[in-house]
């Protein structure tokens, strides 16, 4: 069934052949058909379609493309959200928390968390969502998360190398073997992507090599998580693989900056996290003003980032970390859509996927101008609505 979406106010297309960065069009009109974006035009001219929405002046986007999650857990850690805003220290916490309760939920419970978050997620705008495992760090806690991930996305990424478990601190070099050798081939079928956490108390460069080369003999596609606690050689390492993007990047050097802007590599900034954690953020406009690619991404997760809202993140994006709402919002659609090498969501252009979102708002910049109000109105994904607000 097509369904034409006419009188919009403002498109936001991330066409690069209409001017500016998002490539906005006013008085336009759009038609979904059989999944995709079918035509794009001024509402004039618009083609008949079997359904009418009139969005009476309001303003269209790409879905949000959300490049960064991890929602395959079980449990929460309030107390420790509760500790670190109260100053206090907490030692018990940590991912380890989250990893004794995800191996004892079934797959069932795992399964309806992974569902409510993205709900959540589609109701607030995102369209497209990677989703990590990590909270296994077994091989079959490792293969039954990313079962569970891929039932919602084609976007699943393998991170056994989150932490080094309990039951391995003693033998980390134990651990790496393990997630390199039987792990991966048990996680592999179940993902396209494959991630580590580089970072002091985590894994270090040459571990990270060991489990990026091994994924990728194995053909998955590498991503990873560095300097986000610190200066550290993550980001280095991301470029000199030619990795698709590297998230958090909040200590860089000037290196890491120039090598970053030369690879094309993607950095993906989380300001969900510094916000939950009151750590500094990354420099967006640094950034951007050497030529460096970013994007936008909720890092939702139980411990440090609790959030599934995009909107939330822009916001904070353009607050906190120098972006404009224009760059904020590029991030967050065609950004995200780069960090998970895909060209077909991200935009509004004939041919790609029917990924829409109707704001209740006039213009984009209303994300950053108005936070905390729900101003997405409808949402659909792949042509079909899956969130509507109550309309009087």
């Known amino acids: 069934m097509s369904i034409l979406i006419t009188d919009i106010g403002e498109l936001v297309t991330n066409d690069p052949a209409v001017d500016g960065l998002l490539g906005i069009r006013r008085g336009a009109a759009i038609v979904l058909d059989e999944g995709r974006i079918a035509w794009v035009g001024d509402a004039t001219a618009a083609p008949a379609a079997d359904t009418v929405v009139d969005a009476a002046g309001r303003a269209v986007l790409p879905g949000f493309v959300d490049s960064h999650s991890h929602l395959v857990f079980a449990g929460d850690r309030a107390e420790e959200f509760r500790a670190r805003m109260a100053g206090e220290s907490y030692a018990a916490g940590g991912i380890r928390t989250t990893v004794a309760a995800t191996r004892a939920a079934s797959d069932d419970e795992l399964a309806a968390n992974v569902a409510r978050l993205v709900a959540e997620m589609q109701a607030q705008g995102t369209t497209t969502v990677e989703i990590k495992s990590g909270y296994g760090l077994s091989v079959v806690d490792e293969a039954r998360s990313l079962e569970v991930a891929a039932r919602f996305t084609d976007e699943t990424t393998f991170l056994g190398a989150h932490v080094v478990p309990q039951e391995y601190a003693d033998d980390p070099a134990g651990y790496v073997a393990l997630v390199t050798g039987e792990m991966l081939a048990a996680a592999a079928p179940h993902a396209r992507w494959i991630d580590v956490f580089c970072e002091t108390g985590a894994f270090d460069a040459d571990q990270a090599r ?36 590297v998230d958090h990047c909040t200590y860089l050097t000037d290196d890491d900056v120039a090598a970053l802007r030369d690879s094309g590599t993607i950095a993906t900034l989380l300001p969900g996290v510094e916000f939950s954690t009151r750590q500094p953020y990354p420099d967006a406009r640094r950034l951007i003003d050497a030529g460096v690619r970013v994007a936008i991404a909720s890092d939702c997760n139980p411990g440090s980032c609790y959030t599934s809202s995009i909107p939330l993140c822009i916001a904070l994006a353009v607050r906190e970390m120098g972006m404009t709402p224009v760059e904020a919002v590029r991030a967050a659609t ?36 108005r936070p905390g109000v729900p101003l997405v109105r409808r949402v659909w994904a792949g042509g079909v609505e899956v969130s509507a607000a109550r309309r009087g």
């Open 210 to 245: 060991a489990v990026l080369t091994a994924g990728a003999a194995a053909g998955l596609k590498g991503r990873l998580h560095a300097n986000q606690l610190g200066p550290g050689p993550g980001v280095a390492l991301a470029t000199e693989l030619g990795l698709t993007a």
């Open 334 to 369: 065609a950004g995200g859509a780069a960090a998970l090498g895909r060209a077909d969501v991200g935009s509004i252009v004939e041919g790609g996927r029917g990924d829409v979102v109707l704001l209740e708002a006039a213009s984009h910049v209303h994300l950053a101008y």
